[in-house]
Structures are given as C-alpha cells and as structure tokens.
C-alpha cells in the first residue's frame, strides 16, 4: 500500500473492474439468508444454486483518518421472489461517517435508514451522484436488466456494521409489482423502541 498518489482505471470487459485492486468480495445467496422477504423463495432458489448477487473490489487504503477506500460495487440483475437482487447493506461502524457513490452502469436504488428510524428511498441511474449521510445504513438494489455498477468512496477508518442490519433487514423493500419496482414496509422491521 503506497503513501505515493496513483491512478487507476475502470475497465469495460465482459463486466466493469477496476484495473489494479487489493480486495475482491464475492457474495452469495447463502451470505444473505434471512434478508429477502420471501423466505420459501430464497431457499427453493438456494437449493438449486448459490448464485453470484454481488462482488466487490477494493482500492485497500490504511483504516486512518484522513484516508478514503474506493472501489466497484457490482450487484447483479435478477430476484429472489419478487424482491430484487441486493447488497447486505450497513451502517458504518464509526456511525458518524458517510459514503458516496457514483453510478456508471444500469439502474436502481439506495434504501437507506438511520438508527432512529427515519428512512430514504433514492434511485440510482448512470451519471448520478449520491451522498450518504453519516448516520444513515445503506444498501444497494439493482431493478434493472443488466448489472449495476457503483463507484463508491469513504472514509478509511469508517468499516462495516452488518449485524445490525441482518437482525430485522432495512424498513423498506423494494418488489416487482406489476412489472415495475415498488417501496413496500418490511413487515420484519420493528421501531427502535419495539427492538
């Protein structure tokens, strides 16, 4: 890991990657049990195979202050039910950080929740631009037909909470409803007080 300025490229192949990169993290079906809504479905579908959701690579920065990690984020077309395909989503671990991602390909949304339960919806298309809020856990959906390709950049001594998210899920659920995405209430997610 260099202290030395560097440059690196998006690479358009068969999929986006990065041309140099220290992490690559695949995730399966089997890493996200529990968190789509349709319980049946997912286990139906993991019996037939554990499939590719997501991958992530990584430019591995020191967890300091004053460092940004980047990367790729790729989420993969497809469902599970009628929910589609996502990342686990997190709250950052130091809370009061935030994140931003750039979309470069395909189209989706960002669900997004603070720990008090405030909660935001906001959509992903090539070209746009999203800040996440410190505070606010994230989790990216892909609605579309081809993957969705996310450039993101946060802090370095941010790291991941996941397992306050894989108790309940996020608040909100996006399904295909009549052909199209839609926000739905997770029946699982109870208010702070109620945990």
Not at 19 to 40: C, P, T, W
Request: net charge negative.
């Amino acid at each position: 890991m260099s202290d030395k300025p560097f440059t690196f490229d998006i690479v358009h192949q068969e999929k986006m990657i990065l041309s140099k990169y220290d992490n690559h993290i695949v995730r399966r079906l089997s890493a996200m049990k529990g968190q789509f809504s349709d319980a049946e479905a997912y286990e139906r579908m993991l019996a037939e195979k554990d499939r590719v959701l997501y991958e992530v690579y990584e430019v591995e920065r020191p967890k300091a202050t004053g460092e940004l990690l980047h990367g790729l984020s790729i989420v993969l077309s497809g469902k599970v039910g009628n929910e589609f395909n996502m990342t686990k989503g997190h709250f950052h671990s130091v809370i009061e950080t935030s994140e931003v991602y750039y979309c470069l390909r395909g189209v989706g949304y960002m669900v997004m929740e603070t720990p008090e339960g405030k909660w935001a919806v906001e959509p992903f298309k090539p070209q746009s631009v999203l800040y996440v809020p410190p505070r606010w856990a994230h989790r990216s959906i892909n609605t579309g037909e081809e993957d969705l390709v996310l450039f993101f950049v946060y802090p370095g001594n941010a790291g991941h909470d996941y397992g306050s998210i894989e108790k309940q899920g996020f608040r909100k659920l996006i399904v295909q409803k009549d052909g199209k995405p839609f926000i739905i209430d997770n029946p699982r997610w109870l208010p702070p007080e109620e945990r």
